[in-house]
């Protein structure tokens, strides 16, 4: 739980889950709404300054062009809860990729009271951990690797529906991986 990836994992789903509920609100009394916040969830999860701000394109929910960070403006102002919990992630965020350990659990200290108990339990969570954060944000060792190479794993075996043997799953990986050559 202490690596970069799953840090930045548990923000992700931690606001994801902040969307889904206030969506779900939002269902049957504003159907458009609704289905913005179905459509552009990943403009959500991304870095606010990472957004693109000057290329406008016409989307057909809004009926308009706009740049992508009109699009989270524009979410946000659904619900107050939702851009509290917004802010309060990309203020983690901020922290996290200028490795300010001490900015990032300033922040965990100051969560507003406007967020529900559970969004506020789950960052809160890094508490628990803050040794391991606070070296993780110190030392530039990622398990990375290791990650994509266990997905690149399940990926094969969830393609293959099944093995007969697992001597045919092992060769399938070698000769994926490149560790089988031809001969000449």
């Avoid at 529900?116 to 803050?130: A, G, I, T």
């Avoid at 944000?137 to 994509?148: A, C, D, H, K, L």
């Amino acid at each position: 739980m202490t690596d970069r990836f799953h840090i930045v994992q548990q923000m992700n789903r931690t606001l994801n889950q902040l969307r889904i509920q206030t969506m779900n609100r939002l269902k049957s009394s504003e159907p458009k709404q609704y289905r913005r916040l179905k459509r552009y969830w990943k403009l959500l999860l991304k870095d606010s300054d990472k957004l693109d701000i000057n290329c406008r394109a016409y989307h057909p929910l809004f009926k308009r062009p706009l740049s992508q960070q009109d699009i989270v403006d524009e979410l946000l102002h659904y619900d107050d809860v939702l851009r509290t919990g917004y802010d309060t992630v990309q203020y983690l965020k901020y922290a996290f990729s200028h490795r300010e350990h001490t900015l990032f659990f300033e922040y965990l200290q100051q969560l507003d009271n406007q967020l529900p108990h559970w969004f506020k339990k789950k960052l809160l969570f890094f508490n628990k951990y803050k040794e391991g954060i606070k070296n993780s944000f110190r030392f530039p060792y990622s398990n990375g690797v290791t990650e994509g190479l266990n997905n690149k794993l399940k990926v094969i075996k969830r393609v293959a529906y099944g093995y007969q043997n697992f001597y045919h799953f092992r060769s399938r990986i070698y000769i994926i991986q490149g560790l089988i050559f031809s001969q000449q």
